[in-house]
């Protein structure tokens, strides 16, 4: 997976942004789009010769799924420009869905002219020819979707392909009844229409699902706010979340997240933790189609390191230990407080995996030790815990070696 990613100074701190990349996401959904709105004007012109009703519904139906790929773009559009997208997608949803009603409504006028009156189809290559065109293509327009856009925003392409797939389902049943009618039972062609009519009626009302689903979102922004807050929160060196903005559009998320990491980490570290970022915010609040994230680093005030304690007042030979010294330093080296913590051991089998834990949850930045097991390191590594190795067996000799490392 590739992200759009640059750096810029700002205030003499150095900021990292990476963001949904336009090549992976946002190629691929305007090529789709395009080509949706191409069927869209073949099955105008297969209406307005034919004059069947199935081909009415069918376009109707057509017109509401069109929300959807449409939604998704500007979505993505408004997003890449640091635009609110709710209000312009709420309008055009709503504007789709009357034009689409419309369409149903003439649609409706037509079944009743030929169930009452006479059959309308006429010009039969209309009828017969661009429903299969809408079925092959519609359904190339999904599959292409799905395999271009990168795996982590599965629930974004699906849910887009999905809707871009109803228009197989609004082909097939548009064209049975002109199907039949061919061979000479026109009626027939206004007794199927009922299938077309249900089924825009259903992308109907999919479309209308959408627009409350912004509505939902918008109740739920605290809770999306607290969940993020938190998830970054565990992250020790995660030391100021500055912003954090949502912005749902139909059943879409954007969103924005700018905070500052310490200053002595490094470049892969930092990149690391936005790409942990990334990765969470797509896999745990719904249908994210943009996402962009900001990062300083920038100085720290006050450093939490761990060093692990034997006889109270040396560093012990290994990091899994039984008392652990917790001290806020300053970048200067000066200590600010101490404490001694106590981790008993509950799974022999995973010890420094269970110490790591529990010093992470006690946000501590950086550990010192003099030697650590692969598991432990790994975990540490895990939570972007800055480890260093230390020769010294002295408390004050190693917290002067760590601040002048750093």
Known sequence: MR??????????????????????????????????????????????????PNLYFALSALIFILTTPLSATISFKRAMGRKKASTIILYTTLLLILVGILILAYGIYSLWIALTIRPLIRNFEFALIIPIITIIIT?????????????????????????????????????????????????????????????????????LDEIRTTSKLKKNLDSLNEHLTKA?????????????????????????????????????????????????????????????????????????????????????????????????????????????????????????VEKARELVKKRVMIVGTKKIDEKAQRELNGWFTKIFLLKTNNLEDAIKHIAKSI
């Open 3 to 52: 992200w759009l990613a640059g750096s810029m100074s700002r205030g003499g701190c150095m900021v990292i942004v990476k963001e949904t990349s336009y090549n992976e996401v946002g190629k691929p959904l305007i090529f789709v789009l395009l080509g949706y709105i191409g069927i869209i004007f073949l099955n105008i012109i297969a209406a307005y010769y034919s004059r069947t």
């Open 139 to 207: 359904y190339f327009l999904a599959e292409y979707l799905e395999k271009k856009i990168p795996e982590l925003y599965w629930r974004f392409s699906r849910a887009v392909a999905d809707r871009v797939r109803g228009g197989v389902s609004a082909a097939a049943t548009a064209i049975i009844g002109p199907a039949i009618a061919f061979f000479g039972l026109l009626n027939f062609d206004a007794y199927f229409a009922f299938l077309s009519l249900i089924y825009a009626i259903i992308e109907m009302k999919r479309s």
């Open 232 to 352: 970054l929160r565990t992250i020790p060196n995660i030391i100021k979340i500055e912003d954090l903005i949502f912005d749902p559009a139909n059943q879409f998320l954007i969103v924005y997240s700018k905070f500052a990491v310490s200053e002595f980490l490094d470049d892969e570290v930092i990149d690391k933790i936005v790409d942990y970022a990334l990765t969470y915010i797509i896999e745990n609040f719904g249908i994210v189609s943009f996402v962009r994230i900001e990062v300083d680093k920038s100085k720290v005030e006050k450093i939490r390191v761990a060093l692990p304690l034997k006889n109270g007042d040396e560093i012990n030979e290994d990091f899994n230990a039984s008392k652990y010294l917790i001290a806020e330093i300053l970048p200067n080296g000066e200590i600010i407080s101490k404490d001694i913590i106590e981790l008993r051991n509950t799974n022999d089998k995973m010890i420094g």
